[in-house]
């Protein structure tokens, strides 16, 4: 079996080759290829990769290359995992919508509207290019926005599940506290990338949601940086991102304080990359615990291996709508407890999702449609002008529940254009 992991030089991909080397039970590797254009990096990490492999006495091959159409031939899945424009692009992202009293937040608002502009063509190029030589090769995505790209991937007919790492992060935290293992919770976890609540913890059947926020409501509520008063109302748990719907001027004024957090990434991974060199190190650093993406690996084999063993058991993934929340279009990307097989993701039915939810959910959906329109004019090469380029980011960002005024979308897409321009092809 042949992995190959686009965006391999991150300082997230020592994780990643944790988890493989712990579980290659499940994912029975002869080969794993890290693809990134930047080989100083990727030397790096490559570097440090072998050496986990070899401490935990993992057989397989570890190689590394800059040249994509080589790195994804023969390749059964491949795992991307890419930020064009680096921390840089991040940084602009969370910090000029701050400008107009927007949230700045790189998934989340006018940020993650640019970087799915820059996103979306690069991973359908990409895309294209594995499906020309293995077509059979399944894309597992963790690039953000995984909801907008998973849905460019779907609806251009690419063999593709979107991922992310919240739904294993509260197993896990959930598990703690209650003193299970992980195995043991199952999660009514639902709504879309970013965007979803934890509507029940079952452990042996039996619902403990309740119990959990009773026992450990302040908790939660800190780690998550909401009211506690906010979860009881809710009775449910809200992703850490909905802080940005539910407290947006709060989280503005506490942004507009500090350091944008892709300045405390950058800072972090200079770290790394000098740990990584070390060649004693042959074990994930502690410090990249602070890089965020807790428990990446492990939902990665794990879905990964689904993928190719044809387990046919049940993970949260992105995956497409088809009637699973009656109000959304059947080409919407949610996020859900799915079955996964050889054949894909295919979503379990839910409980009908009450208005306090669905209505969000609904609202950002359609945003969310918008904003893929607006990136797919990035594939058209210079076909597209200047004006339907501008007018179809405009229409994303009025669209989008913390903007929705004219003067706000308005300033906020122009400053999108002049911070992006050597991303978009129209501009």
């Not at 050496?51 to 590394?64: E, K, L, S, V, Y």
């Not at 919407?332 to 039915?349: N, S």
Request: aromatic fraction near 6%.
């Amino acid at each position: 079996m042949k992995l190959a992991v686009v965006g391999g030089g991150s300082t997230y991909t020592p994780e990643l080759i944790d988890g493989f080397a712990r579980l290659r039970e499940l994912l029975p590797l002869e080969e794993l290829v890290l693809i990134d254009p930047d080989t100083e990096r990727l030397e790096l990490v490559g570097g440090l990769a072998r050496r986990i492999f070899a401490r935990q006495g993992h057989p397989d091959r570890i190689t590394w290359t800059g040249d994509l159409d080589a790195g994804v031939d023969g390749a059964d899945a491949v795992l991307l995992q890419l930020r064009i424009g680096g921390q840089a692009a991040r940084h602009q992202d969370e910090t000029w919508p701050l400008e107009c009293g927007c949230v700045g937040q790189e998934t989340t608002g006018a940020g993650g509207l640019a970087k799915a502009l820059r996103t979306v063509p690069v991973v359908l190029d990409i895309a294209e290019r594995v499906r020309r030589r293995n077509p059979a090769a399944w894309i597992v995505d963790f690039t953000n926005p995984v909801g907008i790209v998973t849905r460019a991937l779907l609806t251009h007919g690419h063999r593709a599940v979107g991922l992310c790492n919240v739904a294993i992060g509260f197993q896990r935290t959930f598990a703690a506290l209650l003193g299970v293992a992980p195995a043991q919770v199952e999660l009514e976890h639902i709504g879309l990338n970013h965007l979803t609540w934890e509507r029940s913890v079952r452990v042996a059947g039996e619902d403990v949601l309740p119990e959990l926020l009773a026992a450990h409501g302040d908790t939660l509520a800190g780690t998550l940086r909401m009211p506690r008063t906010l979860l009881d109302h809710l009775g449910a748990i809200p992703s850490y991102y909905l802080r940005y719907y539910y407290r947006h001027d709060a989280v503005v004024r506490e942004l507009r304080d500090k350091p944008s957090r892709a300045a405390e990434v950058a800072a972090l991974e200079r770290q790394l990359l000098t740990l990584y060199g070390d060649p004693a190190l042959d074990e994930k650093p502690e410090l990249l615990s602070r890089r965020g993406g807790a428990y990446y690996s492990e939902a990665a084999v794990a879905l990964t291996s689904s993928l190719l063993s044809d387990t046919g058991d049940t993970q949260v993934v992105n995956t497409l709508n088809h009637g699973t929340l009656p109000f959304l279009p059947d080409d919407a990307v949610i996020e859900v407890p799915a079955t996964v097989d050889a054949k894909g993701a295919a979503p379990l039915p839910v409980r009908p999702l009450e208005p306090r939810y669905a209505g969000l959910v609904a609202h950002v959906t359609a945003y969310e449609q918008l904003a893929l329109e607006a990136a797919l004019l990035g594939t058209h090469s210079r076909d597209t002008s200047r004006t339907v380029g501008r007018g179809a980011v405009f229409s994303a960002l009025l669209a989008h529940p913390l903007i929705g005024q004219f003067d706000q979308a308005d300033r906020l897409t122009d400053k999108l254009i002049a911070h992006n321009r050597e991303h978009l092809t129209w501009a």
